[in-house]
């Protein structure tokens, strides 16, 4: 009896793990759209909607790359006391106009530390036309021009 059981358990084992495998199989299968047909995603697309919108997420991707490096770069001239080139280094992320704050705030502090009222503000309409709906960016932006009549410049 004891060879019976293990070989009804055995025969038990192999067939849980061929229906397991099975259907692995036929779920890669079906995850395939056929060629040239609509498929859902959300609704339907083609396969060449598909590709577009991979290109574009590719592209977003650089850029975003790109915005990063930019960033990293300004943070070391920051730390290095190269206070120009960090300026020059955000002014071309923020010229870009990917939607990341850092460079945007950090070009706001550099020119308010210099007095350069005018900058700060040019950034901050620069800003509020990336980030509309930014509060923070309108407040910073009713200081800076208390600041510009204030200063009388």
Do not use: W
Not at 28 to 54: A, F, M
Not at 140 to 148: A, D, M, Q
């Amino acid at each position: 009896m004891g060879t019976f059981f293990y070989f009804i358990l055995f025969g038990f084992i192999v067939a849980v793990i061929g229906g397991v495998l099975q259907g692995i199989h036929n779920s890669k299968r079906q995850s395939q759209p056929p060629p040239n047909k609509k498929y859902s995603l959300g609704g339907s697309i083609t396969r060449e909607q598909l590709s577009h919108i991979q290109a574009e997420n590719r592209k977003r991707g650089t850029v975003l790359q790109h915005c990063v490096e930019l960033n990293n770069r300004g943070i070391s001239y920051e730390k290095m006391g190269k206070i120009e080139d960090a300026i020059a280094t955000y002014e071309i992320n923020i010229s870009i106009g990917y939607t990341a704050h850092h460079a945007y705030k950090r070009l706001m502090i550099l020119y308010r530390k210099q007095k350069d009222y005018h900058n700060e503000r040019r950034v901050i309409i620069r800003a509020l036309e990336i980030f509309p709906a930014e509060m923070e960016y309108l407040d910073r932006l009713r200081k800076v021009e208390y600041l510009i009549l204030k200063s009388g410049i």
